[in-house]
Structures are given as C-alpha cells and as structure tokens.
C-alpha cells in the first residue's frame, strides 16, 4: 500500500463522514409525516390490541415514530449525542492503539482495491484513522449546532489534502464543479431539482472518491454506478440497518438484509441527473463527451403516468373531495361522504390542471395578480415575477395560459374575486412548500392515495399529473401536433413574454383557441356549476 493510497484513504474517509452525515442532516422529516406515523401506529395498537400495560409493545409499534420525531431533534437527537459517545471512545482507542472501530473502514478500502498492507503499516494507518475519524466527528458536531465554518486542525489531513494536489492538476473536483453547474443553471430548473440532482451525484462520489476530478468520469464509472444503481434499496439512507454505510457497503449488505431496490425508472433518474451535468461539462470543457448517453436502462412497462379515463373522472369529480366529506382536515375523512365542502387548492388544483394542463406547483404558488383579465380574456401567468418564493421547473416554463371557459363557469373568477376581497394576495393562501421547498408535494401524495381511498386507483399509473396528460392527450385529439402546444405546457425556450406576460393580442387569441379546444366526452361538472 502505497503512501498516495493513505493520502486517499485518509481524505476520502474524511470527506466521505462528512457528506454522510450531511445526507442523513438533509432529509428532515415534515410535520405531515410526523402526524402520518402517528396515525400509523395508533392504527397498528388498535389492531394488534395491544394493551397500556404492555410496554415492549407500544415502544414497538412507536418505534417508527420516535425516529422520525428524533431527526427533527438536531443537536439534541439520539443520532448526535451517539456521536458524541463514539468520539469519546475513539480517543480512548487512540491512546490505547484499539483498531476495532476503524478495522471495517480500511478492510473494505483494501479489498475495493486489490491493496495488502503489512502489520507495522497497518498499525500505522489504524492510529491515522482513529485521527481522521476524530476530526470527521467534530466537524460533525459542529454542523449539528449550525456550524459550517469549521477547518481540520490535525496536520494529518492537512498534509493529505496537500499531497492530493496532485490528482487536482488533473481537474476539479466532481463535487466542486457541480456546484458550479449549479450556480449556473443554465436550464432554469427548480431549486430541488437541482438539490435532487446533488444528492444522486454524492452517490456517484462515494465510488469515484472525494477527490476524483470531473475528468475521470467516464463509461465505466458510469457503468460501475449503475450496477449498484440497480440494487441499491429504496430509501437506503433513512434505514438505520444501513447507517453510517457507503453505497457499495449497502449494496453488499442488502444480500443479507432483502430490502427492495430501486425500479429501472427511478435509476434512471439517477442517470439523468449524471446526464444534464455531464452534458454541461461537456460544453463548459471539463469533459470531451458525455459518458452517460445510450447508458439508461428500458423503460418500465406499465410504470408510465397514465390519464384518466372518462368514468374515472365522473366517479372523481362526484366523490366526497368535490361534493362534499367528513372532514376538511383528516385525508382518511375526506374520502367519506358528509357536509363539508372543499373549496381551497384541494378543490380547484385538479380541476385548473384538467383544463389547462399546468404542473400543480405551479398552479399552488399563483399570486391573485397572476390571474388577470387582458385584451377581454381571463389568463393565468406562470412566471417566477411578483410576491412570494416563486419557481418554474424551467425558465421555458414561465408563460400564459387563458383560462378554460368552463373554470369560469365553475367559479374561479368569483373564487378570485372574494381572495381578494379578503385582503389575500396569493390564490390558493393554504398551499404551502414542504421542508424542500417543493410546493403542493404533500397535496400530491395525499391526493394519490385519496384515489385508491375511492377505488378509483389500483397499483400504479394515476396520479395528479394524469390530469396534465389528459390535457395533452385533449389537443392531440382535437387535431393538434405537440409542437404547437407545447407553449401550453411549459415545454418552449424561456422568453422575456414568459416571464412579463405580455403577449399581442393576435398570440393570446391562438392561445386561448388551443385551451379551448380542450375538452372531455363524456365528462359531466354539471352537478358542480
């Protein structure tokens, strides 16, 4: 074993604690899911019968729960003050030369390698680990206060930073220029998209190592990735069975553990995440060509997004969200029949994207000036202008769409005018951002299993999006082709109309032709006018 390789293993280890610490700091259960595990292990009391007095068997059915509740806890969490104990017994290991709490840590870095290494070197590195483990560590619980600003202070690390220099000359870092791909941003994506794309790439890192220049990728990494891609368990991150784990010790260890793993489309987002950056540094010359292209796996059968069918959407717009529930408050509640009426973005969102085909984010986060009369037609602007944390998925999506001449004989014009009589500047006040930032995510999920609450869903394929493909499937069978609507839709190049919503009156009447002609046979609204 070369001293490069203990410069690496030694940076890497370091770096590598660090951003998975950082991963599982990033994924910070909401309140939403807080009430959901609760709601799922009263529900999993009652069931079981378990009684007051049996403690093992409430803790048990809380489990879920106390871990949820805990990863909101920070500093205070059961996770951080775990840390605080190991790097407790990791000084004390360091004094006294034990090597158990490092031994998994360099095994695996030696076999990953082909690399043996004598006693005396192995000493040697076990005592330079326990250090690197220790400054990892206190790092860590700096960040755990909100600290970021902390600095290795061991000369150990700082040496080995310095002598991988060297592989720097090669080019920057894989992590260092995507940030700069993120600053960037040239396709005007969401803030989590690109957060998204972060997160798939730190995977890629873990096989390339922390300091491996963009340069370096190429098909076989990218091969390598997808390999353990395929096996890699749903939600790997958030199961303490694979905590403190590295990709391919997860991978390696879900032979054991039987976890289900990715489908083929959700590594393929992976890959397009690699993709749009690869494709960008190919263009900004970090990279001669993109390794990614031609490598995503076959699509799925049947995993498509399917759209509604017509007597799916009678039976949906006749059931209890739409004619009145139970509840305005208890998802379980609204899928019964009773007298509360749902007249907020729970009601018009699904209904604004049947007619127009808008993404619901974008729908959630219109301010009241967004809709507007102009040249005699009502429109709604989709733009990142005016109040409010405001995002398009691209900058190609900021556009007008006039409004549907049956979302005004529904009420949405009235609705507008009494939010803004009451003083509201945003249409839909209720909808909110999740912890990411992701407006309408939870209307999303909840609204899919609100679907299967009614029968109306069965497996996958519906969902709040088949709303948007029914309206695409619409102009199509009304005679259009998908280029001529795809401004509709939010599928053009950003422009400044876009983005101002200003339009010549000759554009907005070919506009308003195109939504027009959105139509359903068969649909009956009549018992909702």
């Not at 989590?192 to 076989?220: E, F, H």
């Not at 602007?381 to 409010?388: F, K, L, Q, R, S």
């Not at 609204?447 to 695409?472: P, V």
């Not at 109309?497 to 002609?517: C, F, K, N, P, S």
Request: include cysteine.
């Amino acid at each position: 074993m070369a001293e490069g390789d203990k410069d690496e293993l030694i940076w890497s280890h370091y770096q590598s604690t660090l951003e998975r610490a950082e991963l599982r700091r990033s994924i910070v259960p909401t309140d939403a899911e807080i009430e959901e595990a609760e709601e799922a292990a009263v529900a999993f009391i009652q069931k079981q019968k378990i009684e007051t007095s049996d403690h093992l068997g409430f803790l048990d059915a809380a489990l879920e729960l106390k871990l949820l509740k805990d990863r909101q806890a920070g500093s205070q969490s059961v996770e951080s003050r775990s840390r605080k104990i190991k790097l407790g017994a990791l000084r004390k290991h360091l004094v006294k030369a034990e090597s158990a709490l490092v031994d998994h840590e360099i095994n695996a870095y030696l076999e990953t390698r082909g690399l043996v290494i004598g006693q005396t070197d192995r000493a040697d590195l076990v005592r330079k680990l326990i250090r690197v483990e220790i400054e990892a560590l206190m790092r860590t619980l700096e960040r755990d206060e909100g600290n970021y600003g902390g600095e290795p202070a061991d000369q150990l690390i700082k040496r080995a930073l310095e002598r991988q220099g060297a592989n720097d000359a090669m080019g920057e870092k894989i992590s260092d220029v995507f940030e700069v791909f993120a600053r960037e941003n040239v396709g005007g994506v969401s803030a989590d998209r690109i957060n998204q794309m972060r997160r798939d790439i730190s995977l890629l890192v873990q096989i390339a190592g922390p300091t491996c220049p963009v340069a370096k990728i190429d098909k076989k990494m990218v091969r390598e990735w997808k390999t353990l891609l395929v096996k890699f368990p749903v939600k790997a991150t958030e199961m303490r069975v694979f905590k403190g784990m590295t990709l391919p010790e997860i991978v390696a260890a879900n032979d054991t553990e039987k976890k289900p793993v990715l489908s083929d489309r959700s590594v393929n987002r992976y890959l397009s995440s690699l993709s749009a950056f690869c494709k960008w540094s190919v263009n900004n010359g970090y990279l001669d060509q993109n390794p990614v292209a031609g490598m995503s796996l076959a699509k799925e059968k049947g995993s498509t997004t399917l759209p509604f069918s017509t007597d799916q959407l009678n039976a949906l717009f006749r059931s209890p969200l739409f004619t009145g529930c139970q509840s305005a408050d208890v998802w379980s509640l609204m899928a019964k029949s009773g007298n509360v009426l749902i007249r907020d973005h729970r009601y018009w969102v699904p209904l604004i994207m049947l007619f127009s085909g808008a993404r619901p984010g974008e729908i959630g986060q219109l301010n009241l000036s967004d809709v507007r009369k102009q040249d005699g037609r009502w429109i709604m602007h989709i733009t990142t202008e005016g109040d409010g944390e405001k995002r398009t998925k691209t900058k190609g999506s900021m556009r007008v769409v006039p409004l549907h001449p049956m979302l005004i004989k529904l009420g949405l014009v009235n609705y507008h005018n009494a939010q803004m009589k009451a003083g509201e500047t945003e249409l839909f006040p209720n909808a909110i951002r999740n912890a990411r930032g992701q407006m309408m995510a939870e209307f999303s999920r909840e609204f899919s299993r609100y679907l299967t609450r009614i029968n109306i869903k069965q497996g996958r394929g519906l969902s709040l999006y088949s709303f948007r493909h029914g309206a695409t499937d619409a102009l199509r069978r009304a005679g259009y082709l998908d280029e001529q609507f795809g401004m509709i839709l939010g599928h053009t190049q950003g422009t400044t109309t876009g983005r101002y919503g200003i339009l010549a009156h000759g554009v907005l009447r070919q506009r308003a032709e195109l939504i027009d002609a959105i139509d359903y046979p068969g649909l009956d609204l009549s018992h909702l006018l």
